[in-house]
């Protein structure tokens, strides 16, 4: 038996994409309350104010993912346009540690930044900003203590680079980082949503002939994972 409708068919991707926006709306709410509440009990080490920055955590990553599926959403049917500005890297990094320091703070993560203040490129700042703030809420899962930032240029791309002193990334995301991550592990529960989108990032800045990248190790700095976006 088929049903059929005499209405305006009604494209399922577009409702999904209408209903992730409300989601997210609703989302950044409760994030912002989290943060009066944090700032207020900013002295308290209590255990219950360790309870809600690890909640403000959770809410604020799954309010990224939200922001990458619409972004993924417009960028898929040609509905975003690319915002192509001439940006100094360092403010770009001091805008990401501002939104995290609640975070690193209550989790002692010790944070290491190398980027010369000189350093200007051109990007759309935010999806750039997306995707690094992506990894670096990743990189709070394996890190033990260090996360470290880096930029610089070389052979015409800038290179940004986030790091941590953690056991270095599993295999399966080593894989996703090599086919820029479009694979998904029903087996390990990786979308594979971060590296996704922030390989389509990459491939959104070119120049000439030439797209971005990413790049996926386990030879930082620390030993552990290593990060890497790259852009022309």
Known sequence: MSIESDGP?????????????????SLSMLINYLDSVIEHFEQDKSSEVKLLSQLQYNAKHVNNNLMQLLALYRLENAMYSLNLGYNPIVELVEDLIA?????????GITLDVDIDNDLYWFFDKDLLGGSLNSIINNSFKYTKDLIRISAYEADGYLNICIEDNGTGYPEHMLQDGKNQGKSISFKTGNTGLGLYFSS?????????????????NNSGTYGGGCFCISLP
Do not use: P
């Open 99 to 107: 939104q995290n320091k609640t975070l690193m703070d209550y989790k």
């Open 9 to 25: 068919q009604i494209e399922f991707s577009s409702i999904l994409a209408s209903s992730v926006h409300e989601m997210k709306n």
């Open 200 to 216: 389509m990032v990459a491939r959104c800045h070119k120049n000439r002939e030439r797209e971005g990248f990413i790049t996926l």
